[in-house]
């Protein structure tokens, strides 16, 4: 394959490189074959970490679109079908209250008032298809 001379020590050695496999080499040294296996390099292997700058940002507040009014919406966590209605519009109700099923992957999810009032407005009816975040009752 390759042939080397090298001097060392004042004397001179020829070397040939007669075939490689893996890390085993079989080469030739003035004239003598010698089998000579190569030591493994171990390569370490550098595992990144991740380093994250400290925010130097305040926490945002949420905006809060009018504090002083009293209305709430209750809206739809998921998109889904109303099944039934159980309140009407003047109805008082109080927190935790229920007020419709919505049908939701095949599953019935109570939805519940927020806080305690009376039902101003019902903006859906049984049957209906909803989409998330779409408005379906209105409570002062």
Same mark, same amino acid.
């Given at each position: @394959?390759?042939?080397?001379?090298?001097?060392?020590?004042?004397?001179?050695? *020829?070397?040939?490189?007669?075939?490689?496999?893996?890390?085993?080499?079989?080469?030739?040294?003035?004239?003598?074959?010698?089998?000579?296996?190569?030591?493994?390099?171990?390569?370490?292997?550098?595992?990144?970490?991740?380093?994250?700058?400290?925010?130097?940002?305040?926490?945002?507040?949420?905006?809060?679109?009018?504090? *002083?009014?009293?209305?709430?919406?209750?809206?739809?966590?998921?998109?889904?079908?109303?099944? *039934?209605?159980?309140?009407?519009?003047?109805?008082?109700?109080?927190?935790?209250?229920?007020? @419709?099923?919505?049908?939701?992957?095949?599953?019935?999810?109570?939805?519940?008032?927020?806080?305690?009032?009376?039902?101003?407005?019902?903006?859906?009816?049984?049957?209906?298809?909803?989409?998330?975040?779409?408005? @379906?009752?209105?409570?002062?």
């Amino acid at each position: @394959m390759k042939n080397f001379t090298f001097n060392i020590n004042e004397n001179s050695y *020829s070397v040939r490189i007669l075939s490689q496999e893996d890390n085993t080499i079989e080469l030739e040294v003035n004239g003598t074959n010698y089998l000579v296996k190569m030591k493994e390099e171990i390569k370490s292997r550098k595992t990144p970490t991740l380093v994250r700058k400290p925010s130097t940002t305040a926490p945002v507040e949420p905006i809060k679109v009018n504090p *002083s009014s009293s209305k709430t919406t209750i809206t739809a966590p998921i998109p889904g079908v109303v099944l *039934s209605l159980k309140v009407q519009v003047g109805d008082t109700i109080k927190a935790n209250d229920s007020l @419709m099923i919505l049908e939701a992957m095949k599953m019935e999810n109570n939805i519940v008032s927020e806080k305690s009032g009376t039902v101003t407005a019902i903006n859906v009816k049984p049957g209906q298809q909803v989409l998330q975040g779409e408005v @379906m009752i209105e409570i002062e």
